[in-house]
């Protein structure tokens, strides 16, 4: 990736995920950044963090801020981004699906229902969170047939596999909704506008 800087002044900016639908959100926007994905045991933390009673929303910002701040730490002066989306419905959370097999079952699990999306992101500089947002989409699936569900994992194939959910809300998964509330950009994992507002503050994005 090339890496060009609005000033010399301008901090680095740094990713701390190996998400390719964020990164192309921040490369649409047309900000400079380099991805350092950050290693953490999410699962242990999610597993953790449930059997204390916390909310999806607080798991979320938990692991963005988990992200961001270790990759800040071993980055002085950077602007990290960490961000983190968990899928809530009816009280179970849903990660992203193994295989095929467990996109089929996510999918017939959310059908008829709605489910949120508790998304988070936070920017960290030298190993201590500066700022936060959360966001919390509402997304209703329609009652969908066995036999579009076939058809829609017949066409997606394992793009499924990239989101939580299972579904390309971008491409073929909008067939999947009856109603979607929300910012479009916090259901793609990245509450977009908010951050960039944030980010004006810093001379990273142009004011």
């Not at 901090?11 to 047309?30: D, E, F, V």
């Not at 500089?125 to 509402?138: C, D, L």
């Not at 989101?163 to 971008?170: I, K, R």
Request: charged share 20%; aromatic share 6%; glycine share 6%.
């Amino acid at each position: 990736m090339t890496l060009v800087s609005l000033s010399s002044e301008s901090p680095k900016m740094i990713l701390a995920s190996a998400s390719s639908s964020r990164a192309k959100l921040l490369q649409a926007a047309g900000l400079s950044f380099e991805p350092i994905p950050a290693n953490v045991d999410e699962n242990s933390i999610k597993d953790s963090l449930k059997a204390e009673n916390a909310t999806a929303e607080q798991c979320a910002e938990t692991l963005a801020e988990l992200k961001a701040v270790k990759i800040s730490q071993a980055n002085a002066d950077a602007l990290v981004i960490g961000a983190d989306q968990l899928l809530e419905c009816n009280g179970d959370w849903f990660d992203k699906p193994a295989d095929m097999n467990g996109v089929k079952s996510h999918l017939l699990k959310l059908r008829g229902q709605t489910h949120t999306l508790a998304t988070s992101v936070v920017v960290a500089q030298n190993g201590a969170r500066i700022w936060h947002f959360n966001a919390s989409p509402q997304l209703s699936m329609r009652n969908f047939s066995d036999a579009f569900i076939e058809r829609y994992i017949a066409q997606v194939g394992e793009k499924a596999l990239l989101s939580v959910g299972a579904y390309q809300l971008e491409s073929e998964g909008i067939q999947l909704f009856s109603r979607i509330q929300g910012d479009f950009f916090a259901i793609l994992g990245l509450p977009l506008l908010e951050l960039l507002s944030f980010l004006r503050g810093y001379d990273v994005v142009q004011t």
